[in-house]
């Protein structure tokens, strides 16, 4: 497999090494990797041979249409994310990244997240037989841990706001030296979330004009986006469809970038909608390039509506995570700004399974 | 679509009729679709027209091999039924059940249920805009009666075993009037199941000699069958993979019955295997008669086999319900029997998702 490193923010190229979180050279500074092979290939690029890829059963989940329930636009595709390994759209990437920790020797890690990532990283360790270190936010809903716990991975409950988790990882790492393999800054969990485009196109060609994404660190926008990208340079599609971002009031700050204005992260801030209650996302930068370069929208939404959302579509028979509710506010507030509209074929993931908090619903 | 009702008992034909639960003739006296247009259909035999069929997402579920960890065996094949829009192999009955009551002209209906019918009923039901009264044990995991409130149906707790529930519905029925369209009386329900039989065909051909089924009232062995059966007739396969039947002790009426052991319901009894803890299965003869034609066994395995192997999967990255862990602990009882050995391709179905029931495990 012939690829390299690139920083995302000062472009300088580098061989791949897995243990390596950021560039030295700039401050936002994650990786994306690139693949030397130029050749236009007629399937996914992916950084781990096909043989050496973990599958729990992951991809390939189903789209039903809600066309009657939105008349203003010409369709609304829900993507089922949750039919998958550990029921949330991490598990694309948690394949590959568990992949790619076996192919070198990871034999115990750790890393945070808010609940998803960090019960999809566990489930792929246990069956790749790595040990798991899973920091989390001590008000992560208990269905999220308890599924940490079940797959055998050590779960480190964090007080405070989802920040803490972070750095509470990047303490325990330096001090014990069990590597830090973070679904965020590593590279190779992105390439795993470009499956979800690639599947968007077999399923739909070019006819899905707009993607609705709930974005808390951004990996399926930014693997959404890798993923058309080479379709196209491919020359299968001509566009990449908008790629809009949705974020919630209290923690919009690639939406607030996104559109020049200034935010600062007030840390009374709280939202049910825990899988997006990110402040500071390392790959900001390139999450603003891709909703740019797609020429989408970035958007806040209220917390009051993705509640009332989440009942709505319960009634359609999608019981979703309450984070992943946001994009069907996010649909409406599209369509009020006149974003999108009667000729609009959008596409929202529906990211999690409502299985996961259904005990911050039910009062 | 030309379609006749058959008793399963007294094989007496009467034209179809979707409110008809039982014949008049016989004791245990279900009803079996079965279809007057005799060619060899290529698609699978529905008894509602494509059109009409109200669809979720269900079906199509993926498979993973656990090969090496059962090495005494030719392959183990899981096939991961929470894949579903409610997380349970339920979904593929509901979704066919449903269809018909909307072609029939329901508004309102109740159901009893351990838990994964009710809340995947009520999922097609509110999705169709019809009304559903739910009858639960009061003992159903709260994820479970939480999923049948969040998609809008009407829940009834009732005390006691799990025939209780029936015995309530049953008398709600006569003196409300509203229709008793029950998952395990209504044959439109095992008409779904089929779709099982078929897409293990069009994955594996005729590689699976074994499928080995966690078995309440049996839904799910009666529509694999049939789907099989339709498959041999129209030429497709030579043979039925042999249907095993797993129940669990303290609730092994088909198992006993099978092997011709008396067998009286303790009312003491109690498994955390909600999903097949079922004393007075309407089907009982005819879910027998699966086991007997495609040659193959009924068992009856220990609670605490399930729980431990509910475990040893979650460390493999399959976080089930309890219920579906019987299976492996059925694979294990047939490995030791010698009913399957190392020639045997053994698929099962996991049938639910261990977020249904993780507040029965972590204790």
Known sequence: MNIKYRCIECNRESPPDFFRLKCEESDYSCFDIFYEKKEHLSEIHLPVGSEDVIKLGEGNTPCISLKDNFPKINDLICKLEYFSPTSSFKDRGSSILISAAK???????????????????????????????????????????????????ELHKIPGPRQNSTE??????????????????????????????????????????DIVIPVGNGSLTVGAFKGFNELKVAGKIKKIPKLHCVQVKGFSPISNKSNNIDWEFDTSSSTLAGGIAVSDPPRINQVIQCVIESEASAIVVDEEDILN?????AKLGILSEITSAAVFAGVESLINMNKINEESVVLVPVTGSGLKDLSNVMI
């Open 103 to 153: 192919k070198n020797g990871v034999l115990e890690f750790a890393e945070d997240s808010s609940g998803n990532a960090g019960a999809s990283m566990s489930a792929y360790a246990s069956h790749a037989g790595i040990k798991a270190h899973i920091f989390a936010p001590e008000i992560t809903p208990s269905s999220k841990t308890d599924q940490i716990k079940m797959f055998g991975a």
């Open 309 to 313: 959302w989440h009942k709505k579509i």
């Open 168 to 209: 509470a990882v990047k303490k325990f790492c330096k001090e014990t030296a069990i590597p830090y393999v973070s679904h965020n800054y590593n590279p190779f969990f992105i390439e795993g979330m470009k499956s979800f485009a690639y599947e968007i196109y077999e399923e739909y060609g070019e006819l899905v004009s």
